[in-house]
């Protein structure tokens, strides 16, 4: 399975952006597709995850009720729906996906995931 992940770029305070990962291969296989990402001198961190029909989905506190995953199924595509985006969301993004199914709020931990896209950078000014 690869991960490709676009979307990103420079925004101001309070704007919108929405990120994009289209997997390919062996997708018939994922369960789950998440976001974490990672700014300059910190971890990476969890941001959201959801399940193979969407209907279950876990986000990080810091942007509960401003981000919102999705997934297309047709399109093998998940998707980061990122609003009212302040200057602590800058960092680079990284989508990732699970095989095996498991409980949605495990997937806050990046061990339990199997494939790593490229990160795609977002930037918010002030």
């Known amino acids: 399975v690869q991960l490709q992940a676009s979307g990103g770029g420079l925004v101001q305070a309070g704007d919108s952006l929405r990120l994009s990962c289209a997997a390919s291969?062996?997708?018939?296989?994922?369960?789950?597709m998440a976001w974490f990402r990672q700014a300059p001198g910190k971890e990476r961190e969890f941001v959201a995850a959801?399940?193979?029909?969407?209907?279950?989905?876990v986000y990080a506190d810091s942007v509960k009720g401003r981000f919102t995953i999705s997934r297309d199924k047709s399109k093998n595509t998940v998707y980061l729906q990122m609003n009212n985006l302040k200057p602590e969301d800058t960092a680079a993004y990284y989508c990732?996906?699970?095989?095996?199914?498991?409980?949605?709020?495990?997937?806050?931990?990046?061990?339990?995931?199997?494939?790593w896209g490229q990160g795609t950078q977002v930037t918010v000014s002030s």
């Open positions: 990732t996906a699970r095989r095996a199914r498991i409980i949605v709020s495990a997937l806050r931990d990046e061990k339990h995931f199997d494939y």
């Open positions: 291969g062996h997708t018939f296989s994922i369960n789950h």
């Open positions: 959801d399940d193979r029909s969407g209907g279950n989905t």
